[in-house]
């Protein structure tokens, strides 16, 4: 799914081990640190609705697609993500299945929704404690995470989220996906509401009369 070298000295001396060991257990560390403080602001978000402006570009910076539409998440494990007109879409993790619905093709395409989890960053949103996190490395950079795949994960792709300043509670603002071949989607989050109930209905999908269904699970 698209809806993701050991280095070994030898040196006699104690004082170059220890800062040849330093230079590789720092990045990681840091990597744990910044990874912490990114699952620290999502902890305080229960819910989050938004529009969206998208805009996606090819490898050469070329605009491809340009979308807009409305998502909401109820975490740990809710989306409805839906993408307007003439573009329709529509994706809704339920906690169980991740569905995806293409209106024009007249076809939903349902997966496992753990498995998606392992195959798009953007999925980690929902859950600050999938196993799926270790897969990644984060790079913080004031209000901005850089998630990266490491070598062993089963994804490609890389994740940027944005926040508002310091002081607000996690306000999303914006996320770039880069799906590792060259492919960038920029969205922009507006009218963002935080922690607000939302309508459950919006986290169930009915596969409507005389639409075709694969099932990938």
């Known amino acids: 799914m ?23 257990v720092l990045p990681a560390m840091a990597s744990d640190a910044d990874r912490q403080a990114l699952l620290t602001r999502l902890d305080g978000l229960t819910t989050l609705e938004a529009d969206f402006s998208q805009e996606v570009t090819d490898m050469n910076g070329e605009l491809v697609q ?39 093709v007249e076809q939903v395409t349902v997966y496992a929704q753990a498995e998606a989890v392992a195959q798009s960053p953007l999925l980690l949103l929902l859950d600050g404690d999938s196993q799926a996190w270790a897969d990644y490395e984060v790079k913080a950079e004031a209000n901005s ?11 490609t792709q ?19 996906l880069d799906d590792g071949q060259g492919q960038i989607s920029t969205i922009e989050l507006e009218n963002v509401q935080l922690n607000r109930a939302l309508n459950r209905d919006l986290f169930k999908f009915e596969v409507p009369e005389g639409i075709d269904v694969d099932d990938q699970r």
Do not use: C
């Open 66 to 104: 340009q979308l807009h539409g409305h998502m909401a998440l109820a975490r740990p494990n809710l989306l409805h993500w839906q993408t307007d007109a003439p573009d329709e879409t529509l994706m809704v993790a339920d906690g169980q299945n991740l569905w995806y619905y293409n209106p024009f």
């Open 145 to 155: 995470f850089a998630l990266q795949p490491l070598p062993s994960a089963d994804s």
């Open 158 to 176: 890389s994740l940027q989220l944005v926040f508002s300043e310091k002081g607000e509670q996690a306000k999303l603002q914006r996320i770039i």
């Open 2 to 24: 698209n809806v993701l070298k050991k280095v070994s000295t030898v040196f006699v001396g104690t004082i170059v081990s220890t800062m040849m060991s330093a230079t590789l």
